[in-house]
């Protein structure tokens, strides 16, 4: 990884997560043929402030636990994550998941939406969810898609 992220820690309760976002961000880089190099802003917030964000840019007056805002080309800077500690922290205990492991799939899946990916359409999703899967056995993380069909 050779750009610079940015950590900004915007809510008490967010443990130490520098190596974690960077182990992260370099598992995506191994399954991606010609990744999009650039800065990155990472934002380890609340629900009460993605609330807002996802309420004021996609319309849903909701937390959720990412949002991801790409900036496009041709900027230095690649976009922004933004995690909801709480959200994930419900999230991780419904699926009996560490906190860890379900905020590092979450940065994945932020990461790849900065790549330009989504999951709009079946194929989309598939195509998404097969490079976090991917991603996350490099680290040695589960198949967060299978515990869902449990």
């Known amino acids: 990884?050779?750009?610079?992220?940015d950590i900004a820690v915007q809510t008490k309760g967010w443990p130490e997560r520098e190596t974690l976002i960077q182990k992260a961000v370099s598992a995506v880089e191994l399954q991606l043929e010609?990744?999009?190099?650039g800065e990155l802003s990472i934002v380890l917030s609340d629900d009460a402030q993605v609330q807002i964000l996802n309420r004021d840019y996609r319309g849903k007056d909701k937390p959720?636990?990412?949002?991801?805002?790409?900036?496009?080309p041709p900027t230095p800077m690649l976009g922004d994550i933004v995690l909801a500690?709480?959200?994930?922290e419900r999230e991780a205990v419904e699926k009996g998941v560490s906190f860890?492991?379900?905020v590092t799939h979450l940065i994945i899946h932020g990461w790849l939406h900065l790549?330009?990916?989504d999951h709009?359409?079946?194929t989309q999703a598939e195509e998404m969810e097969a490079i976090e899967i991917a991603a996350l056995a490099t680290l040695g993380i589960d198949n967060p898609y299978r515990l869902d069909d449990d």
């Open 115 to 117: 790549q330009g990916f």
């Open 120 to 122: 709009q359409t079946e």
């Open 1 to 5: 990884m050779d750009f610079p992220i």
């Open 34 to 37: 010609n990744p999009r190099k």
């Open 85 to 88: 500690r709480e959200t994930i």
């Open 100 to 102: 860890d492991n379900h």
């Open 64 to 72: 959720t636990n990412v949002l991801s805002f790409p900036v496009p």
